[in-house]
């Protein structure tokens, strides 16, 4: 029989691989922060939600504003922003096979301002085919698409549903249903979504928390050969941020690090 003190060790612990996204960067705080949180006591320092951790999802590699050659004189006025909330994904209608996918920034940025008459690039992020991903909307924080309060750039993707999601756009046409996105390009979106999504506590596969623009607006964007792969989608994003939140026993590295402090 378990005493006392160990049966609430592996309780807590249960509890912690089932309570839902628990990130590395939190556990990094070490055994005060889950004695905090075992407590009830608030936490300072880590994004602690109603006793869920936050998980820590790095940035991926993004290619800023400067590196795909945007012209600056373009923008126009400020920025305005708001707190994320969602994740709307599209492709540009261009060519899917592009050979100079930066190019295509500069003349999707270029038409969104001087055809379309908008202050900047409509997309938070662009991503091509072979997985790199363009910061969109300029903003004005260190963080790519965010101001110095983690408030997202508000884009010009979706008419009406701009005001808190980020805007991801796949280069290429997908209207198509035999024509998808590169596996390359999914997990480049899913990436930048686990960052935005994973960090602010949402879960992906929460309703309305990584759509299409058609979920939204009458329109065929993302195309069916996007569209029909957000499911899976949603899962790729979902395993980024919590990659060890499966098992009871913890076997993952979740278990490894909570055994460490528990
Ligand atoms: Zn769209």
Not at 36 to 56: E, F, S
Not at 117 to 139: L, T
Request: one cysteine or more.
């Amino acid at each position: 029989m378990p005493d006392h003190q160990d049966l609430q060790r592996r309780l807590l612990r249960r509890q912690l691989l089932w309570q839902g996204v628990v990130g590395a960067g939190a556990l990094a705080a070490g055994p005060g922060l889950l004695s905090t949180l075992a407590t009830g006591a608030p936490a300072t320092g880590v994004g602690l939600g109603a006793n869920r951790l936050v998980a820590a999802v790095a940035a991926p590699p993004i290619i800023p504003r400067a590196g795909w050659g945007a012209d600056e004189r373009l923008r126009r006025g400020s920025p305005d922003f708001a707190p994320i909330n969602r994740v709307i994904v599209h492709h540009t209608v261009t060519a899917t096979d592009e050979p100079d996918p930066a190019a295509r920034v500069r003349a999707i940025h270029a038409f969104h301002v001087q055809g379309n008459g908008w202050s900047d690039i409509a997309y938070n992020f662009v991503v091509d085919q072979a997985g790199r991903i363009y910061e969109g909307r300029a903003a004005s924080g260190g963080v790519p698409g965010e101001n110095g309060e983690g408030q997202g750039v508000i884009g010009a993707h979706a008419a009406g549903h701009n005001t808190g999601s980020v805007g991801v756009a796949i280069l290429g046409t997908f209207s198509d249903d035999r024509v998808t996105p590169s596996d390359a390009a999914l997990d480049a979106v899913a990436a930048v979504a686990a960052w935005k999504l994973g960090t602010r506590d949402i879960d992906p596969l929460a309703p309305g928390a990584m759509i299409g623009h058609r979920d939204v607006v009458a329109t065929g964007c993302p195309g069916n050969g996007c569209q029909n792969r957000l499911p899976e989608l949603r899962e790729r994003t979902r395993a980024r941020i919590a990659p060890t939140v499966v098992a009871e026993d913890g076997d993952g590295l979740l278990g490894g690090l909570l055994d460490g402090l528990l």
